[in-house]
């Protein structure tokens, strides 16, 4: 889930210290585009001083520069923009409602693991490859939580409650004799998680109604027969504005473009290379501290997904099975969470979108396996 690890997200400080080093900071990128630093030398070849040749370069340089900054700034003002006009439309911040108890599942359902603890479990290090026995059981618990989401998304309408979503997605899953996973993870109260408008990821349901004009991801995951299915998707409320619906439109479209690239021996760092590109064509912004993750009989595992661009080592391999989840926003990339440790929103307020789907690599691509 976006406890990205979802509930496909786990937060990214949660994670493992393993995730604190240079290569995953926020300023990691910082001299993506300024490169190395650029030297000339005064010698000679076959007589003539390359004093001319540095004389052009530094131009060229300079002229780089100022499309790059040209470029930049005009993302900038198309990002405020759709900002400014979003604004106008939605202008209520996101409040807690009343969350109610947490809903009981019948005592044949099998239970994953970690609900021996309320402690949020640590990332595990085993990579989830499977078997064709695995696959066969990978695929059930992905359709079985691809159907649950669809059926959730038909919820979505002005007046609902997250809580109501809730309580449907808990019926469903338990009917199938599967778990609901979210519930019960690090102590997470609910079913599902339902992070709306300005709310990134691991919202947590409850009493407030959807209003129209809102948008809202709906993530959902599945523990049946030993395996958990994860997928989120985020949906429209009503009358949505054209902002935001470009927003959710490039979210998805980002995350089609990160499973693209996906296949046995493929390096995992060309799906934050193709969603960052696909993204800053609409000059929106891609969170990095949340990621995806590896998903099969353990719910969040190595590995990481990053969806930013990143020199991150590692390749796919066929028979493996991962999330990819990424989250665009209108505004800041950067995040605050309630005290409640779960519920994280934006920190400039501005709306926020998700997709996820979970992929088992082949060795000619990758197949989509959170599908109805």
């Known amino acids: 889930m976006g406890f990205s690890a979802s509930l496909s997200h786990v937060p990214w400080m949660q994670l493992s210290c393993s995730l604190h080093g240079g290569v995953l900071s926020s300023s990691s990128n910082s001299t993506l585009f300024t490169g190395a630093p650029l030297t000339f030398s005064t010698s000679t070849i076959s ?27 005009a993302m900038r003002i198309e990002r405020e923009s759709q900002l400014q006009s979003t604004t106008k439309i939605r202008s209520i911040p996101l409040r807690r409602g009343r969350v109610s108890p947490r809903l009981p599942v019948p ?9 021996t603890s309320t402690l949020l479990p640590e990332l595990s290090s085993e990579h989830q490859f499977h078997d064709s026995e695995g696959v066969t059981r990978m695929r ?13 998304g038909k919820l979505v309408r002005p007046s609902v409650t997250t809580n109501e979503i809730d309580k449907a997605v808990h019926q469903m899953i338990i ?4 778990y609901p996973s979210p519930l019960g993870y690090g102590g997470f109260p609910k079913s599902v998680c339902t992070s ?30 030993g395996y958990h299915g994860d997928t989120s998707k985020t949906f429209l409320c009503g ?14 479209e980002c995350l089609e473009k990160g499973i693209a690239v996906c296949k046995d021996g493929a390096s995992f760092k060309k799906i934050g290379k193709r969603i960052s590109e696909h993204a800053e064509k609409y000059g929106f912004g891609v969170v990095e501290r949340f990621v995806g993750h590896g998903v ?58 998700q997709f996820e789907h979970t992929i088992l690599i082949t060795r000619t691509g990758a197949e989509i396996l959170t599908k109805c």
């Open 175 to 178: 009917e199938a004799g599967a």
């Open 107 to 115: 005592d044949h359902i099998p239970k994953p693991p970690y609900l």
């Open 47 to 73: 007589g003539h001083s390359l004093i001319g040749k540095q004389s052009c370069y530094r131009n060229k340089l300079a002229v780089f520069s100022r499309k790059l900054s040209g470029l930049e700034e």
């Open 239 to 252: 009358n949505v504005s054209d902002p935001l619906k470009r927003l959710v439109k490039v979210t998805e």
């Open 296 to 353: 099969g009989t353990v719910f969040h595992s190595q590995p990481i997904i990053l969806h930013h661009r990143n020199e991150r080592p590692g390749c796919m391999a066929e028979g493996q099975t991962f999330t990819i989840e990424p989250i665009l926003t209108l505004g800041s990339i950067e995040c605050i969470t309630w005290p409640d440790n779960w519920t994280t929103l934006t920190a400039d307020g501005s709306p926020a979108a």
């Open 196 to 225: 709306v408008n300005e709310c990134m990821c691991h919202g947590i349901p409850d009493s407030r109604q959807l209003q129209d004009g809102d948008i809202i991801n709906i993530d959902v995951t599945v523990y049946l027969n």
């Open 140 to 152: 059930a618990a992905c359709e079985l939580a691809a159907r649950v989401l669809d059926s959730a």
